[in-house]
């Protein structure tokens, strides 16, 4: 026999999920503010928001050179898996969500098609990482982060600083940075829109900031590297 819920009980349960919410989003909005006063989470006026630890370029370095050799060195074709990781403490043990996807490209690119295509390549595998940290179980952890304004952007200031091999020093020079107060205050005071493609937020900067170029050049190629396997992963190291 199905037993129905009490008044009271229905609004217990109510609650605890309300309080839940609450609980979440502050932990959430905690975290943003904590990572913007420390420096990670920085507004340009150039390209907007970027987050800092999006902009290592160790893993675009690593996507050229392989794809630079293989691609010089193979006679047909080749595949190459690119893949994004975040990594949280639980339990006393490394807990590791990965997003990896191979993908097949011609041999016999020329630098342009071969700097584009490792362009391409990052570009998909980021927007399917914010799209499994967004999704169940990994939302569960990555506290919020899901395509959050200054992600995306990072990733491509990586590719950037791989390509030309610049010194972060120079290139964080080279952009206009807003105090880490009148930062946090502007974030409070802007709406909560996602960047959810490589598109900029604020529509200006695709003309102030030099990133966006990139974009633009790698898509004007009409490059399109093979989706092979698309894969998601969440595992103790």
């Known amino acids: 026999m199905n037993k129905k819920l009490s008044p009271a009980r229905l609004l217990f349960i109510l609650a605890f999920f309300a309080c839940a ?23 340009s006026h150039e390209c907007g928001w970027i987050t800092q630890d999006h902009a290592i370029p160790d893993g675009p370095r690593q996507l050229l050179r392989t794809i630079y050799q293989q691609n010089a060195t193979r006679k047909d074709s080749f595949d190459i898996t690119y893949r994004q990781t975040m990594k949280y ?40 990482f914010e799209d499994m940290q967004g999704s169940f179980p990994y939302k569960l952890i990555s506290e919020g982060s899901s395509f959050r304004k200054g992600d995306l952007t990072g990733n491509l200031l990586a ?59 790698a898509q004007s190629l009409n490059l399109s590297p093979k989706l092979i396997n698309r894969k998601r992963d969440l595992y103790f190291e």
């Open 21 to 43: 919410a609450i609980v979440y989003v502050w932990i959430v909005f905690s975290n943003t503010e904590a990572e913007i006063l420390a420096g990670n989470i920085r507004y």
């Open 89 to 128: 403490s639980f339990l006393g043990k490394r807990l590791i969500a990965e997003a990896a996807s191979t993908y097949r490209l011609a041999t016999g690119m020329s630098k342009e098609q071969t700097d584009a295509a490792t362009l391409l390549i990052l570009m998909d595998v980021s927007e399917q």
């Open 159 to 217: 590719y950037y600083k791989a390509l030309y091999s610049e010194p972060p020093d120079t290139v964080t020079s080279s952009l206009t940075w807003q105090a880490p107060d009148a930062a946090l205050h502007r974030w409070q005071h802007e709406s909560s829109q996602k960047q959810e493609r490589f598109i900029p937020i604020q529509k200006d900067s695709l003309s102030r900031c030099f990133l966006w170029s990139l974009v633009a050049q």
